[in-house]
């Protein structure tokens, strides 16, 4: 099938889609959802075994002594953490948790572009400036905006910045009553470039994403790492029980299993080897890499999501911008059938003239 040929389905913006948006993809291209390979989240396929629990954990109200932030804080090699109900959770608390901190801040928010989207409309809809960035002029404007967001590793770019880098930047816009958010969802398998270690200080909030290297999505946890005034702020904020029992329950476990944690990050470390090994034998030149995803970027990434999408391979694809070109995210396959899928794929768009 020549690529001039290729019709595209231009009735939905899958750059609008979050990843493991399979309901809707089953929709728009008819074809059952059991029967799709979801290679568009970014989370660790293999996840964490989670045990039987307790029916007594079912039935009480969470409990707050149950050890789970005092192994985070281990885990994570902090001083002080907070729990939510999901990193997302935190990401939409933020503005007004800002708002509540620093009142006569302007407001002028800097996020990097392209990245996690959720952050762009959490700080739009609570009625501030937002401004998307490259990396390369972080510096020239820093004197001019009140918060920088950053997502370390990037996602979808996978860039990675450094803690250098990271805490001039904390130090310039705390010199102001700034703020630098740092977004680590993807840090467990690099945690030497995390901040973790220096969350206590002011003017900084560390996101950590629980369910993305542990496999657990649906558990909905994720935890806020800063200094002990700011989180008790965010605490009154939340309210009571913002994570359940059984989460807790789950992550103070997973949280302990260091041994799995170190098998995982070699395992994840080798598949994404894999992935970009595949992607680049069928002439995909590789943008970016975690342990996690990979990137490419690509001019045909659309007619590539459709060709991938028609066989029922749901990746994520992110449209042009200012600052990047169109572009896919890969997840990683977890069985020898997926693999195979995904080869296949390729190979019918090689064929179809949609790779250089």
């Not at 970014?42 to 045990?51: C, E, H, K, M």
């Not at 398998?189 to 973790?196: D, F, K």
């Not at 970009?276 to 970027?297: C, D, H, M, N, P």
Request: net charge negative; with cysteine; proline share 6%.
């Amino acid at each position: 099938m020549p690529f001039d040929n290729l019709v595209l389905n231009t009735e939905s913006t899958p750059e609008m889609m979050h990843g493991g948006d399979i309901a809707s993809a089953s929709k728009q291209y008819g074809i059952p959802v059991e029967q799709w390979l979801d290679l568009s989240t970014g989370l660790n396929p293999f996840a964490w075994p989670v045990p039987a629990i307790a029916q007594a954990v079912w039935e009480k109200l969470p409990q707050q002594n149950n050890q789970l932030e005092e192994m985070a804080c281990q885990y994570y090699g902090c001083d002080k953490v907070l729990a939510v109900a999901g990193s997302q959770m935190a990401i939409q608390l933020l503005p007004a948790l800002y708002r509540q901190c620093e009142p006569l801040q302007p407001g002028r928010v800097a996020i990097l572009s392209p990245s996690y989207s959720e952050h762009k409309r959490a700080w739009q809809q609570a009625g501030y400036q937002v401004e998307a960035v490259c990396s390369a002029d972080i510096s020239h404007i820093i004197s001019d905006i009140d918060v920088l967001i950053i997502v370390n590793p990037n996602n979808p770019t996978a860039e990675q910045f450094t803690v250098e880098q990271l805490l001039a930047w904390r130090e310039q816009l705390g010199q102001k009553g700034g703020w630098l958010v740092v977004d680590e969802a993807f840090m467990d398998i690099t945690p030497e470039n995390s901040l973790a270690q220096y969350a206590h200080l002011s003017h900084l909030v560390v996101l950590r994403s629980f369910g993305k290297f542990f496999g657990l999505a649906g558990i909905r946890l994720g935890f806020v790492l800063a200094n002990n005034g700011l989180l008790d702020k965010l605490k009154a904020l939340l309210g009571p029980w913002p994570v359940s029992a059984p989460a807790r329950e789950i992550a103070q476990t997973a949280l302990a299993d260091v041994s799995w944690q170190a098998n995982t990050i070699k395992r994840l470390q080798t598949l994404s080897a894999r992935l970009a090994g595949l992607l680049e034998s069928s002439r995909l030149t590789i943008s970016g890499q975690t342990g996690l995803f990979v990137w490419v970027k690509t001019p045909r990434a659309y007619p590539l999501f459709e060709v991938f999408a028609k066989q029922g391979i749901l990746v994520r694809y992110f449209a042009s911008t200012n600052q990047v070109e169109s572009s896919l995210r890969f997840g990683l396959p977890k069985t020898e059938m997926d693999w195979e899928r995904l080869e296949q794929a390729l190979n019918l768009a090689t064929t179809s003239g949609l790779t250089p």
